[in-house]
T-cell receptor, first 112, second 116 residues
Framework: GESVGLHLPTLSVQEGDNSIINCAYS??????FIWYKQESGKGPQFIID?????DKRQGQRVTVLLNKTVKHLSLQIAATQPGDSAVYFC???????????FGPGTSLSVIP | GAGVSQSPRYKVAKRGQDVALRCDPI?????LFWYQQALGQGPEFLTY????????KSGLPSDRFFAERPEGSVSTLKIQRTQQEDSAVYLC??????????????FGPGTRLTVL
């Protein structure tokens, strides 16, 4: 069946260091993979996405890597800041406009 | 420049009561999604509207859950005869429905429902 899961439930990082959050997925039919950030009391906020025909995409301080061979997705955050503390979800969509299937989330804690 | 808004933000219901949760999507957004998020979990899809048409309701957990979007803008999620297992955050998301590009979903803050 379809599933998106994470390797690590919690991650603590020193301020200024780089963070890497990993995710495994099982549905090869998905065409889009997305990372969301969710702060306490708020809804998920879109960070970055990548289409299945790409292996890397960069945004502002963030990079998403997709390895379709091993069905692995990662989010890299450069120079992690206290404001980056949140729960991060990897997610997938079969098409660009389909429902989003979320993984269980990783809690990122930035140590000042 | 308002985003997706939801009301109420918090709702406490006694078991067996009916509740109605409202979502105001971003103006002009065609697609509207409802998700349920249990504590410590990722959101799970409930239902999807394109304008006023409910195109997918495969995620609704039981026939006690009902959603509508009669005029293609505001949507209401109704839960009848609430049970304790209905306690969760209910998230609404809207998107422009640009089929030619990634159709980013914008989420509201959610309604936290607690059933006693």
């Amino acid at each position: 069946g379809e599933s998106v899961g994470l390797h690590l439930p919690t991650l603590s990082v020193q301020e200024g260091d780089n963070s890497i959050i990993n995710c495994a997925y099982s549905n090869s039919a998905s065409d889009y993979f997305i990372w969301y950030k969710q702060e306490s009391g708020k809804g998920p906020q879109f960070i970055i996405d990548i289409r299945s025909n790409m292996d890397k995409r960069q945004g502002q301080r963030v990079t998403v890597l997709l390895n379709k061979t091993v069905k692995h997705l990662s989010l890299q955050i450069a120079a992690t800041q206290p404001g980056d503390s949140a729960v991060y979800f990897c997610a997938e969509r079969k098409t660009s406009y389909d429902k989003v299937i979320f993984g269980p989330g990783t809690s990122l804690s930035v140590i000042p | 420049g308002a985003g997706v808004s939801q009301s109420p933000r918090y709702k406490v219901a006694k078991r067996g009561q009916d509740v109605a949760l409202r979502c105001d999507p971003i103006s002009g957004h065609v697609s509207l999604f409802w998700y349920q998020q249990a504590l410590g979990q990722g959101p799970e899809f409930l239902t999807y509207f394109q304008n006023e048409a409910q195109l997918d309701k495969s995620g609704l957990p039981s026939d006690r859950f009902f959603a509508e979007r009669p005029e293609g803008s505001v949507s209401t999620l109704k839960i009848q005869r609430t049970q304790q297992e209905d306690s969760a955050v209910y998230l609404c998301a809207s998107s422009p429905n640009r089929i030619s590009a990634t159709d980013t979903q914008y989420f509201g803050p959610g309604t936290r429902l607690t059933v006693l």
